[in-house]
């Protein structure tokens, strides 16, 4: 059974850095893509980008370029969203997620899903 | 950037057909995805490929696509499926995908 579990909830301050994680399990994690889409309180989702764990070939949306960072530790089985200073528009519920058995190489649409990570950036 | 477009709404009652279109320039090229999210939960794939079905989602939900418009389909709508219904795709040369802005369904 493929699962992704993601690390708790985070509350932050403006400006410092954060990393949530996302371990996932029950599948060849090196041979898939892993996704992270953003949810802000009461609004719809955001597909941030992709992250191929085998050789960390990353794929960003163009409205999350240079703002966070994806990374993934295939030994760990774990992939990564990073920030380097936080401000309170981030706060939002950050998902991580792969692609079906079906979906072809890069495709960045998802049937797993982990279980979510809140982040609350206040002051 | 690249943007889809959904109606923010669509009420429906039990037992008749509710569809969502989703619009983008680029969906003549590239296939469509539709997900389910009911509040507090994980979004659920319910279409991907214009008209696949992942294993265990009802046969109730069906999509198709022309042009410019993919189409997700609920047939003999019931009380359970009221939630959000999002769509999704890549823009026209696949390097990124978007989620469109997503369709409240209610059910009467």
């Known amino acids: 059974e493929v699962q992704l579990v993601q690390s708790g909830a985070e509350v932050k301050k403006p400006g410092e850095s954060l990393k949530i994680s996302c371990k996932g399990s029950?599948?060849?994690?090196?041979?898939?893509?892993i996704g992270w889409v953003r949810q802000m309180p009461g609004k719809g989702l955001e597909w941030m980008g992709i992250?191929?764990?085998?050789?960390?070939?990353?794929r960003y949306s163009p409205s999350f370029q240079g703002q966070v960072t994806i990374s993934a530790d295939k030994s760990i089985r774990t992939a990564y969203l990073q920030w380097s200073s936080l401000t309170a528009s981030d706060t939002a519920i950050y998902y991580c997620?792969?692609?079906?058995?079906?979906?072809?190489?890069?495709?960045?649409?998802?049937?797993?899903w982990g279980q979510g990570t809140l982040v609350t950036v206040s002051s | 950037s690249y943007e889809l477009t959904q109606p923010p709404s669509v009420s429906v009652s039990p037992g008749q057909t509710a569809r969502i279109t989703c619009s983008g320039d680029?969906?003549?090229?590239?296939?469509g995805s539709w997900y389910q999210q009911k509040p507090g939960q994980a979004p659920v794939l319910l279409i991907y490929?214009?008209?696949e079905r992942p294993s265990g989602i009802p046969e109730r939900f069906s999509g198709s696509s022309s042009g410019t418009t993919v189409t997700l389909t609920i047939s003999g709508v019931q009380a359970e499926d009221e939630a959000d219904y999002y769509c999704?795709?890549?823009?026209?040369?696949?390097?990124?995908?978007?989620f469109g802005p997503g369709t409240k369904v209610t059910v009467l």
């Open positions: 029950g599948y060849s994690f090196s041979s898939w893509w």
């Open positions: 997620a792969r692609p079906p058995e079906a979906a072809a190489d890069g495709e960045g649409y998802f049937e797993y």
């Open positions: 992250i191929y764990p085998g050789d960390s070939d990353t």
């Open positions: 490929k214009d008209s």
């Open positions: 680029a969906l003549p090229k590239q296939h």
């Open positions: 999704q795709s890549a823009d026209s040369s696949g390097s990124y995908y978007v």
